[in-house]
């Protein structure tokens, strides 16, 4: 009897062991399952952050090409200085002696003329 009660307690635990069996089974395939649900959404995740940097970057490099434009049709300030100094020389030369020998032969146009149109009338007035 003895022999009986071992086997049927040896038989209930085989039993109790493949009744846990299935059950780490099944959560061993439900822990998988979202481990694979969970690596899939990390790689979408993953790969939206990738287009977005790279959406980023070409708005940088868009806009590191604009300066690189602008840099090559704007004067440099050096040159900007010098063509500055050399027109305001021009400037203040006209301002001492070339505007004042340009009215002085204006004015010498302007008397000779006058001076032609009188003798004109003079001569005419004789006649």
Same mark, same amino acid.
């Given at each position: 009897m003895s022999d009986e009660i071992l086997l049927e307690k040896l038989l209930a635990l085989r039993d109790l062991i493949d009744e846990r069996d299935v059950r780490y089974e099944q959560r061993f395939k439900a822990m998988d399952e979202k481990t694979s649900l969970a690596l899939t959404a990390s790689e979408k995740a993953v790969a939206k952050a990738e287009i977005a940097t790279e959406k +980023? /970057?070409?708005s940088v490099n868009? /806009? +590191? #090409?604009?300066l690189k434009d602008q840099a090559a049709t704007l004067v440099p300030r050096a040159e900007a200085d010098s063509r500055? +100094? #050399?027109l305001e020389e021009k400037i203040e030369s006209l301002k001492t002696? #070339?505007?004042a020998t340009n009215r002085w032969t204006m004015d010498k146009v302007i008397v000779l003329g006058l001076a032609v149109i009188g003798w004109i009338i003079v001569f005419w007035s004789k006649r």
């Open positions: +980023r /970057f070409d868009e /806009f +590191r #090409g604009q500055f +100094r #050399g002696g #070339g505007v």
